[in-house]
């Protein structure tokens, strides 16, 4: 159930003829003791999702720096609890509350320029780097992370006060977590400091960065609703480019791996970001089967390049989501990625896309067999993804077929996507909920 004290105190006003007027910049309700409607998603599933809710009120916080964010988490404890997170948050900060930038970090003789001569590969090769540089790299690797990776525990929920509070360079660790709420926050700039030079990826090489705003690892309850994700302040785009790569400071946006299971998000907003939502890590994860089931729905992803989501293995319902392509957007790849034994049910889903990106782009298969889709619109007319998918790339992908295996049961109302793309338009995000 979800508490409306606001939406109840308002219904009594009216009958008693009263009027009442909520102060600017305060909250209609509290919403820190909302858990999740049945029926909402595979979060919704073998009980349901209630966060802190039974938490008592010596274990609900108000949180306004980073050291009382941690205290309150408590080391990932347990302990049902409520966060209500006021203002903006910065993780990148000592005890005392002053800010720590990269060169705070750096230690053991650790520099960028060094690194980049350590490893460049017309000298180096393509060896994994191994060494004093690399050794230095993940010594102030560690102790960033120290910083900004930060453990949260079961029956936890963490909540946004107001309309504008922010988490900024921090990771939430959802490791092994069952029954977890994180709702009308922005996660901004999860930024790593020290990317790593992979030498063998994808043939050119690449940098790999280490944090993802969410990591839903093996958790499994989890209820994301009403926030927003990005890279706001360090977009990656603007970073130099190193050995002919860009200097990726940025991971996924949110990724559900390691056997994580039914989790819901919800009415959140993803922009600015190369991967955003990665559910399943790996081809060979073979302990996800009958695991990672999530749903995704009245989500907006904006100028994200791809992982919107990517799947494996999973089971995941995808409906009522806005997919917005900027015109300036040339390195956009693709948004539903169809990969190793996943069954992506599709329903109702609209794309707003500049001229150089067609339906045949949206989706990308690696290793894919299935992909269940309707009611798509693409710039304003209904299409088939499937059927687009299979001719335009039969001659580099495997036809997808429709059958996923299963059908959703757990959903709320599935709106027209014309529907659906103006009110996630209007309503997705943090400061939104209604």
Not at 31 to 44: M, P
Not at 159 to 170: Q, R, T, Y
Request: net charge negative; aromatic share 8%.
């Amino acid at each position: 159930m979800r508490t409306r004290h606001g939406v109840r105190l308002a219904v009594l006003a009216g009958m008693l003829g009263l009027a009442l007027s909520t102060p600017a910049g305060a909250e209609a309700r509290d919403i820190s003791r909302d858990t999740l409607d049945a029926n909402d998603g595979w979060a919704a599933a073998d009980g349901g999702t209630t966060g802190g809710f039974t938490a008592d009120d010596a274990h609900v916080f108000t949180v306004r720096n980073r050291s009382e964010l941690v205290r309150a988490l408590d080391g990932g404890s347990a302990t049902p609890k409520i966060i209500q997170i006021a203002g903006t948050i910065d993780a990148n900060t000592d005890d005392d509350g002053d800010h720590l930038d990269c060169a705070d970090y750096a230690t053991d003789g650790y520099s960028t320029k060094k690194y980049l001569a350590a490893y460049d590969p017309r000298t180096w090769g393509s060896a994994k780097p191994s060494g004093p540089q690399e050794e230095a790299r993940q010594a102030s690797a560690a102790r960033q992370a120290e910083r900004i990776e930060l453990a949260v525990g079961s029956h936890t929920t963490i909540v946004g006060l107001g309309d504008s509070a922010v988490l900024k360079g921090a990771s939430l660790q959802l490791k092994g977590a069952e029954n977890v709420i994180v709702r009308n926050l922005e996660l901004r700039d999860a930024y790593d400091c020290f990317p790593v030079w992979q030498p063998n990826t994808g043939g050119l090489g690449d940098w790999k960065a280490a944090y993802d705003n969410i990591w839903v690892r093996g958790a499994t309850h989890v209820w994301i609703d009403h926030v927003t994700v990005g890279d706001k302040g360090h977009l990656d785009e603007k970073e130099p480019t190193y050995f002919g790569r860009n200097y990726l400071r940025h991971d996924g946006l949110l990724d559900i791996t390691n056997a994580a299971d039914l989790v819901t998000v919800s009415w959140s907003r993803f922009a600015d970001h190369d991967k955003a939502i990665l559910i399943g890590n790996g081809d060979t994860a073979t302990g996800d089967r009958g695991k990672l089931r999530v749903t995704l729905h009245h989500n907006e992803f904006e100028s994200v390049v791809q992982r919107a989501p990517r799947v494996r293995f999973g089971q995941v319902h995808l409906y009522n989501n806005r997919y917005v392509v900027p015109a300036a957007a040339p390195d956009y790849r693709y948004s539903i990625g169809v990969s190793t034994e996943s069954a992506v049910y599709a329903e109702n889903n609209a794309f707003t896309t500049p001229g150089h990106v067609e339906v045949a782009d949206l989706v990308k298969s690696w290793n894919g067999t299935a992909l269940r889709q309707s009611g798509t619109l693409f710039n304003g007319y209904p299409v088939d993804l499937l059927a687009i998918h299979n001719a335009y790339n039969s001659g580099s992908e495997r036809d997808l077929t429709a059958d996923v295996g299963w059908t959703p049961t757990l959903h709320t109302k599935i709106d027209s996507a014309a529907t659906a793309d103006r009110e996630v338009a209007r309503g997705a995000g943090a400061g939104r909920i209604p």
